[in-house]
């Protein structure tokens, strides 16, 4: 496709590069606590590499691509909404 | 193969949320004492023929399951004890939500959880706070939570 960006695309700065992954069964979050079933989207940030790595290994995780389910939506004209970006997988 | 590692409820803890979906949990761990181990079956049936000795089996789908909690028993408001929240489902027409959720071996990272279904899970049973004069026991109260199923999920 004519838009699509290179993979090694650098963000911008100020940009916030987060991997999401899909969770392949169900989980708990500790952060909120709210179980989500398989095939949801999430943001791991709170995990260190080394557990989101296990998990993955594990199979309760893959990489995906989309907006991660419990990330609150952030409020329109906010510092968040505008420099956020999200580069999932493609390493 | 190497010889697992034994795991007690030491650590366990147990939550639950009086809402339909994923709502907010609630720590009841400071309350609630046990958790009965609540078996799932599925429906079986069999049928006999003359020319044989032995049954046709079948087996159908999943039976609901039931919860039992038991906890140490407390005064105080709604939002205080378990019980109360418990109660207070109990009483709602129709029954009140109250899904219910343990972790054998603690509330943290890479431990499993196991918890009754966040849709359709109702208190069908209230045991009250009772006493009696030779007994030195803590006053405890029971409930059993009616539910279509139990997922099983991890701590990440």
């Not at chain 1, 943001?43 to 995780?61: A, E």
């Not at chain 1, 409020?75 to 970006?85: D, H, P, V, W």
């Not at chain 2, 939550?15 to 009965?36: K, M």
Request: one cysteine or more; hydrophobic letters at 35%; proline letters at 7%.
């Amino acid at each position: 496709m004519a838009d699509e960006k290179p993979k090694d695309e650098k963000p911008n700065e100020g940009e916030q590069i987060v991997e999401v992954y899909r969770c392949l069964d169900w989980v708990v979050l500790t952060t909120d606590g709210n179980m989500y079933p398989p095939g949801t989207i999430l943001d791991l940030s709170h995990l260190p590499d080394k557990s989101i790595q296990r998990f993955l290994k594990k199979g309760l995780y893959e990489l995906a691509e989309g907006e991660p389910a419990n990330v609150p939506q952030p409020l329109i004209g906010s510092e968040k909404a505008t420099g956020r970006k999200r580069r999932p997988c493609c390493k | 193969m190497a010889l697992p590692d034994g795991m007690t409820s030491c650590a366990m803890c147990v939550q639950y949320n009086t809402a339909t979906g994923t709502a907010t949990w609630i720590d009841a761990s400071d309350a609630l004492s046990v958790v009965e181990p609540p078996s799932q079956a599925r429906m079986t049936g069999e049928a006999y023929v003359f020319g044989e000795d032995v049954a046709v089996t079948g087996v159908g789908k999943r039976e609901p399951v039931e919860v039992t909690v038991r906890g140490v028993f407390a005064e105080g408001s709604t939002t205080a004890h378990p019980f109360y929240q418990i109660y207070a489902q109990f009483t709602t027409a129709c029954g009140g939500p109250f899904a219910v959720r343990w972790a054998p071996a603690s509330c943290t990272t890479d431990h499993e959880v196991f918890s009754t279904n966040t849709v359709d899970s109702e208190v069908v049973s209230v045991t009250f706070p009772a006493g009696e004069a030779g007994s030195a026991d803590p006053i405890m109260f029971e409930a059993v939570i009616r539910s279509r199923d139990i997922t099983r999920a991890v701590w990440s």
